[in-house]
């Protein structure tokens, strides 16, 4: 009959074409539509399956990316860091060596004041020598 249930009509029992809710099927080009779909499904999923995987490879790279970000971004603080604390060290290197400078030029004037005392005293002993040889040789 008609209506919910099929009926199956054709010369000889053929099973070609069926009746279902009142329309005729062609049941060979639905089977080949079917096997289009299914193979056409298949497809589509591994296309899906390949984008998935190329995605998490991809967050996989950002994530690593990220975490090199992180590490660089931490060794600059440190950097940057370290960068004052030898500038603060420079600074007070340079302030000594200012100092010693200073103290070296009053050093080398005391130097050369003392030097200056040792020529006269040398000197004076030259002449003390040379006045008792004198006065050795008169005798």
């Not at 199956?8 to 029992?13: F, K, Q, S």
């Not at 690593?64 to 420079?90: C, N, Y």
């Amino acid at each position: 009959g008609r209506g919910g249930g099929g009926s199956r009509r054709g010369g000889g029992g053929s099973t070609e074409v069926v009746t279902h809710k009142g329309r005729v099927l062609n049941l060979p080009s639905l089977l080949t539509a079917l096997e289009r779909s299914e193979r056409a499904r298949v497809r589509l999923q591994d296309q899906l399956t390949a984008q998935q995987d190329r995605l998490a490879g991809v967050e996989a790279r950002e994530a690593g990316w990220a975490a090199e970000r992180a590490g660089l971004t931490a060794d600059l603080t440190e950097a940057r860091r370290g960068g004052g604390d030898l500038r603060g060290r420079l600074e007070r290197a340079e302030r000594r060596s200012a100092a010693c400078e200073r103290s070296l030029k009053e050093n080398a004037g005391h130097m050369i004041a003392v030097i200056e005392t040792m020529q006269k005293l040398v000197d004076k002993t030259t002449s003390l020598a040379e006045s008792r040889s004198d006065i050795a040789d008169k005798e």
